[in-house]
């Protein structure tokens, strides 16, 4: 079965300090990888996505993912967290067997103290 | 690429009430998905719809819920006899290509 995981339920960093949500996938075949971040009582926004090509992908508000299909990962990860990047956080695959419908991890939410 | 628009975008409804979801613009040539948010947990696939039918759904989509194109415009989610465990978050996406876009979701409560 596809699926993905993020294991931690909630990421905590300092300001100004590195910060990585970590997601790990189980599909057949390559993977459409995709995160999202949801502020509350907000939709959910488009960060970035690896479709194909280079492993590291850069997406929005200085996020960036390094996919590595030896370990089944797509950790997200920013290199000077702020305390506005405060949020939940949802990985997700694409189901490529049927209709292309997202398959979302439980999500990660994000601490970022001052 | 025109965005998603979710109405409303809370409703209150008594338990035992029909809800109507609504969700614009649409279009012939993308496929339009429904998904559930309990509230801050997991984003869980409702259904898929593909040129006027539903290509695939999940289990969480029973007998009480249906969607339609009713105008050619809008795409709405019904759920015809709303159960406390039906308050969630409601998304709308529309995909095409290798993207997705949401919606800004309904918030429904159900009392």
């Known amino acids: 079965a596809q699926s993905v995981a993020q294991p931690e339920d909630q990421v905590n960093v300092a300001e100004g300090n590195p910060l990585t949500v970590k997601c790990t996938y189980s599909v057949s075949g390559n993977p459409y990888l995709f995160w999202y971040v949801q502020y509350p009582n907000r939709g959910l926004q488009f960060l970035l996505k690896?479709?194909?090509?280079?492993?590291l992908v850069k997406g929005s508000y200085g996020f960036e993912a390094e996919f590595n299909k030896s370990q089944t990962s797509f950790h997200l990860k920013k290199p000077s967290a702020l305390v506005s990047d405060s949020a939940l956080y949802f990985c997700?695959?694409?189901?490529?067997?049927?209709?292309?419908?997202?398959?979302f991890g439980q999500g990660t939410t994000l601490q970022v103290k001052p | 690429e025109p965005e998603v628009t979710q109405t409303p975008s809370h409703q209150v409804t008594q338990m035992g009430q029909e809800v109507i979801l609504r969700c614009v613009p649409i279009s012939n040539h993308l496929y339009f998905y429904w998904y559930r948010q309990i509230l801050g947990q997991k984003v869980e696939f409702l259904v898929s719809?593909?040129?006027?039918?539903?290509?695939?759904k999940s289990e969480i989509f029973d007998d009480q819920f249906s969607v339609e194109r009713p105008d050619g415009s809008n795409f709405t989610l019904k759920i015809r006899s709303t159960k406390l465990e039906d308050s969630a978050m409601y998304f709308c996406?529309?995909?095409?290509?290798?993207?997705?876009?949401f919606g800004s979701g309904t918030r429904l409560t159900v009392v």
């Open positions: 719809f593909y040129n006027n039918e539903i290509s695939e």
């Open positions: 996406a529309r995909g095409q290509g290798h993207g997705y876009t």
């Open positions: 690896y479709i194909t090509g280079d492993n």
């Open positions: 997700a695959v694409r189901d490529m067997r049927n209709t292309g419908k997202l398959i």
